[in-house]
């Protein structure tokens, strides 16, 4: 964290976790089996007793034992590995991600209208907003989310005062939409960003499903419908990045870039950029193609 000059206990005070309940499921579990293993090891003999009574000899008894022990202790160190990186992807290396991502906008004193799909607590929104700021660009930005997500309704207010916290109120606005169907016109926004959003759109079909992919790809559509012709989108995301590459290219965009693998929610995760080009020829319905039926049949 030292390139941001923020720590993660700063970040984590003024965003908190966004699914803080997976981090608390995973916690709880290690904990329990930690619990198992001790008990396993200090009452190892009295177990093996108990299990000859179901087992053919002591030697089997203690194979049993030894084995369950052993692996609930993997299990325990396996379940507190994965509450800390989902307590790390979703505080400390969404902030580090979200510096990366606004990196890749070459000039910001010339953005005046910028999106960020899903933005969810403001990590990325506020670091989009701040780069504004330190451009002395008049442009604002807009984070836009579902009116309802698993967590419940949108609240905007909260979203705000993050905003606040940072010292860049001014330069942001809130509110819901569908992403499948953003409420903005055709190319205006200059860019387009999000963080690990898209794949969560249409996983009520299963995030496998031809239908669940249907909705990613009317997702990313979307993003180049609103984006203006030289404009720049780039959306960090999990496990579906060889998806949207091959949209983008069906999609005719430019200079679209992969980063390198970066581990976020115990999953592989990219950041993919691409610009729209300045002679875009494909009309809005062609956009918004249903990806299912070409591709997923």
Known sequence: ????????????????????????FLLIHAIVFSVLSVLFLLYFEPICYFLQHFLAGPASARFT??????????????????????????????????????????????????????????ILLNAVALQLKK????????????AQTKNGALNPTRTL???ALEGVQEYVTCRPGDPRTVPFSDSYFDVVVSAVFVHTVGKEFGAKSAEAAAERMRVLGEVVRVLKPGGVGVVWDIVHVPEYVQRLNELKMEDIRVSERV???MVSSHIVSFRKPRQHS????????????????
């Open 1 to 24: 964290m030292g390139k941001t000059g923020r720590d993660w206990t700063q970040i984590y005070a003024i965003y908190g976790v966004d699914d803080w309940q997976t981090p608390l």
């Open 135 to 146: 451009s002395g660009s008049s442009g604002r930005v807009v984070g836009l989310n579902p």
């Open 65 to 122: 034992a030894g084995f369950t022990g052993s692996v609930t202790a993997l299990s325990a160190v396996c379940l507190y590995f994965a509450a800390a990186n989902f307590f790390y992807s979703a505080v400390s290396l969404h902030w580090e991600m979200s510096q990366r991502i606004v990196s890749l906008i070459p000039d910001w004193s010339s953005v005046k209208h910028a999106l960020d799909l899903g933005c969810g607590r403001g």
């Open 263 to 265: 581990t976020a929610f």
């Open 161 to 163: 005062r993050t905003a």
């Open 282 to 297: 494909m009309g809005t319905g062609e956009v918004r193609l249903d990806w299912r039926f070409s591709h997923m049949a």
